[in-house]
């Protein structure tokens, strides 16, 4: 080997390297550009007296890498619900709805979220007008939905849609303990930035930080992770096999799930009984739906998981925990072993349903509310329900 | 020394508990024992002491023909028992048979050859001699720099095969397998059903041949040359063939100790000419059934024994009645035919596609997967098979061929060091990347503000 070798060769590896990294991280930030602010900007997230909200009349804008331009409005009482907040259209029968990022329709432009379509799907499946006001707020847990819920009753609603998904019971936490905002961190940079801006950042994270904390921290601002991690999750078996390695938070997914999981789900069935019991008096239905995560979602299109694992499991003790204290379960899991990788629906990396998502939920969820689980909401006939569905 | 010490710590890491092992040491010893007897002249001992080894293999693998109530019940390590099963034998025949020059094996030497840490999980099944020759060599052979550069190289491209490849084929046919079994239309099935058959054999190679290559490197960068296992499999254009380039050291381990002792008893016994062309058929047959056999102890197995017993034999009946209609130049001719070869290359894809749905599954998942489709359906997708490897399959050799006929003054382009430096840099980064991205947890619902 001649000598100059000796130094060409791993002056070409090195070559290599760098050009790998800058090439793919250049073509990332090309396929999946974003925006550098993120809707969260509008929300409130540090006031333990109302937990999270939507700062009134406040707009804002986010664009997911593989996500579409999502506008954010929030009306005067900051919520995102296309409409002023007050008493609902004379003739209308208007279910409010109640939940965190999923019935907001974080990273969904409004229209496309199941928050816009149901109200559509049931008018015509009904044959009356039905319009749906939407309260959902990220981060919302369960403790902090009852915060707000003798408010919601007052408005006297014809129905209280609550729609629940795992993480809400898992972040069930006190209200000081609410986590603070910091998007100006997390705010991609533009390609110049990646050149300019890459060397300070490292500098302030590596002064401020450990080690593996940093390159994992700057590991996952990049867009190249992003990208890598988006075509890898495409895969159903994949994507079930890299969630089920998380620790804590597939509790939900256990057959034996853990002391502290299993107090979640008592402290979700108090704050049931309590809700229930308000909307009792209130003599307004309270209906109660599982989103399931992503990975939920693609095991039951599956048909097959470890045996570990049950994605049902949670929808068995919620279904049973709110039948027993009076209230309505809407059941719209089974429903996705019927359905192609129902997982598609969902973003691969953020794990928010996308506009297919929404769709697909609202489908469902129009289906079940119009079959007698809502008697004011039941479509008289078959045929009646399937021209609905055909529509 | 060096290496006996890193295999002892290399199974001791792997069973962590000394009882585990037992049975294993047990096996080791009735080799060596029959061994012994054999190095001290008791001729007799020979087969009794293969018969030995062969029941204490299939009674350890707990092969479910025995009955269950004979097995062990407690956990045992068999780990790389499979391999050195055919070492033990290989030892026991060579010694035992006249015609040989006997190896000399002391206890240490066994151990050394039998727990090999570079060939204990899945081979190559190495001879003794060939391990020896380096192993003991007073001269241990030369290991320059570009040699070194060399096993790296080799070392990443296999972890690539095994880490990226395997795993991200076993995800499509995980995928595939899911969506057989679901409410789909029709045409998703098929879909899922050709990308079933079709991505298995992919994936088994890169598993397997990826294995191979960073253990080859391993034992090269520690002196010892470890005989290759694969060449191109995919590129064999009859299934006779196949088996020459797919896991080479057991085929001709096979070969050397069924195939050929029991063709010379064949033709000791049925002395008729007209007969011998078809003991070679059952040769194959019986040899290639051992090798499906050998992969695991269910029904399943014997199943693809059949199978691939069948595949030889009916492919050497093939080339017995195309010599006899064409004569033995029209017959070469035809072979050397670059449409028969691209045709017979996509077939043998086929076939092995079609006959490792025994391998990797079991007779209920195969009773669903069957079921799924209908015989015509299923017909219509081995056709398509069929096409689709003869095509892709051809393809690549011809961009193989284009790529290597690319040359500078010093040799093929694809031979420079500079560009195999970029290119292993480029495999090692990729395969390190995606490594890491596949042993992480994937994100659950991700509030971008956190």
Redesign the interface.
Same mark, same amino acid.
């Given at each position: 080997?001649p000598r100059r070798?000796w130094i060409?060769?791993p002056a070409?590896?090195l070559l /290599?390297?760098c050009l790998?990294?800058v090439s793919t991280e250049l073509i990332a930030r090309w396929i999946f550009p974003t925006l550098p602010t993120? @809707?969260? *900007?509008c929300?409130v997230?540090d006031d333990p007296s109302t937990g999270s909200r939507g700062i009134p009349n406040s707009e804002c804008s986010?664009k997911l890498p593989d996500g579409e331009l999502t506008e954010y409005s929030f009306n005067s009482c900051g919520h995102r619900a296309g409409m002023e907040c007050g008493v609902k259209t004379p003739g209308a029968y208007r279910i409010v709805m109640l939940g965190s990022?999923?019935a907001t329709g974080m990273r969904v432009p409004r229209d496309e979220t199941f928050a816009a379509l149901l109200p559509v799907e049931l008018s015509q499946r009904t044959g009356r007008k039905v319009e749906l006001y939407n309260e959902g707020m990220?981060?919302r847990p369960p403790s902090v939905i009852a915060l707000h819920f003798d408010e919601v009753l007052a408005a006297k609603p014809d129905m209280v849609l609550w729609v629940l998904?795992p993480?809400d019971i898992w972040n069930e936490s006190h209200p000081q303990s609410l986590?603070v905002?910091?998007?100006k961190a997390?705010a991609p940079g533009s390609t110049a930035g990646l050149v300019l801006a890459a060397p300070y950042r490292v500098m302030v994270a590596f002064a401020q930080r450990s080690v593996p904390d940093v390159v994992r921290n700057l590991w996952d601002r990049k867009k /190249? @992770?992003f990208l890598?991690?988006h075509y890898?999750?495409e895969?159903?078996?994949?994507?079930v096999?890299?969630?089920l390695?998380?620790?804590r *938070?597939v509790e939900y997914l256990k057959v034996e799930p853990s002391e502290e999981w299993q107090t979640r789900l008592q402290q979700l069935d108090g704050i049931t009984t309590e809700l229930e019991a308000q909307a009792r008096v209130a003599d307004v239905p309270l209906v109660v739906l599982l989103v399931p995560?992503r990975?939920q979602a693609a095991m039951i299109?599956? @048909? *097959?998981w470890p045996t570990r694992f049950d994605p049902y499991k949670l929808d068995n003790e919620l279904r049973s925990m709110i039948i027993t204290h009076g209230g309505t379960y809407i059941d719209i899991l089974p429903a996705l072993?019927?359905i192609?990788n129902p997982e598609k629906g969902y973003f691969s990396? *953020? @794990?928010?349903p996308n506009a297919q998502g929404h769709a697909m939920i609202s489908r469902l969820l129009a289906t079940e509310l119009t079959s007698g689980a809502v008697p004011a909401l039941k479509v008289a006939t078959q045929s009646q329900a399937a021209s609905g569905q055909g529509r | 020394m060096v290496l006996l010490w890193a295999s002892i710590v290399f199974i001791g890491l792997l069973a962590k508990d000394l009882i585990v092992i037992l049975p294993l040491a047990g096996f080791l010893l009735l080799g060596y024992t029959g061994f012994l007897l054999l190095e001290r002249g008791y001729r007799r001992s020979l087969v009794w002491s293969i018969l030995a080894v062969i029941f204490a293999y299939i009674w350890l693998k707990k092969y479910t023909f025995l009955p269950a109530g004979i097995f062990l019940h407690c956990p045992y390590f068999t780990l790389g028992l499979s391999y050195i099963f055919f070492r033990v034998l290989h030892l026991l025949i060579e010694t035992g048979d006249d015609g040989h020059q006997k190896p000399r094996v002391g206890p240490v030497a066994y151990l050394l050859y039998m727990l090999n840490f570079t060939t204990f999980i899945s081979g190559p099944i190495q001879r003794y001699d060939e391990f020896a020759r380096d192993q003991f060599a007073d001269e241990p052979i030369p290991l320059g720099p570009r040699m070194v550069a060399l096993q790296f190289e080799r070392i990443i491209r296999g972890f690539f095969k095994v880490n990226v490849l395997a795993t991200l084929l076993h995800a499509v046919q995980d995928d595939a397998l899911s969506q057989m079994y679901q409410p789909l239309p029709l045409s998703l099935k098929l879909f899922a059903a050709l990308r079933l058959a079709i991505v298995y054999p992919f994936f088994l190679y890169s598993n397997f041949s990826g294995y191979i290559d960073i253990v080859i490197a391993m034992a090269r960068l520690m002196r010892l040359r470890l005989p290759e296992n694969f060449d191109r499999p995919f590129s064999a254009s009859s299934v006779l063939e196949f088996w020459n380039r797919w896991h080479m050291t057991l085929s001709n381990w096979l070969k050397t100790y069924v195939y050929n002792p029991l063709l010379l008893l064949l033709m000791r016994r049925i002395s008729s000419v007209a007969m011998q062309p078809f003991l070679g058929v059952f040769g194959f047959f019986v040899t290639f059934f051992l090798v499906g056999v050998w992969h695991g102890r269910t029904s399943e197995f014997v199943f693809f024994g059949v199978l691939t017993g069948g595949g030889m034999s009916t492919n050497k009946l093939w080339q017995l009645a195309l010599t006899r209609a064409l004569g033995r130049k029209g017959y070469k001719a035809l072979a050397g035919n670059p449409t028969y070869i691209a045709a017979g290359r996509g077939l043998n894809f086929a076939w092995f596609a079609f006959t490792l749905f025994w391998f990797w599954s079991n007779w209920s998942q195969i009773d669903r997967l069957f079921a799924a489709l209908d015989a015509t359906q299923w017909i219509g997708i081995w056709l398509a098979i069929w096409l689709v490897a003869t095509a892709a399959l051809g393809s690549w050799e011809w961009l193989r061929f284009v790529l290597l006929s690319l040359r500078t003054s010093d040799g093929p382009l694809l031979a420079s060091r500079y560009l195999r430096v970029v290119f292993a840099t480029a495999l090692g980064v990729a395969g390190l990347v995606i490594t890491v991205l596949l042993n992480q947890p994937a994100p659950g619902i991700v509030y971008k503000a956190f």
């Open positions: 080997m070798d060409l060769l070409l590896s /290599t390297i790998m990294f993120v @809707g969260e *900007d929300m997230f986010e990022s999923i990220p981060w998904s993480r986590p905002p910091d998007s997390s /190249t @992770g890598l991690r890898l999750y895969s159903q078996s994949q994507y096999k890299s969630y390695m998380r620790d *938070d995560e990975a299109s599956m @048909g *097959d072993r019927h192609l990396v *953020d @794990g928010h | -």
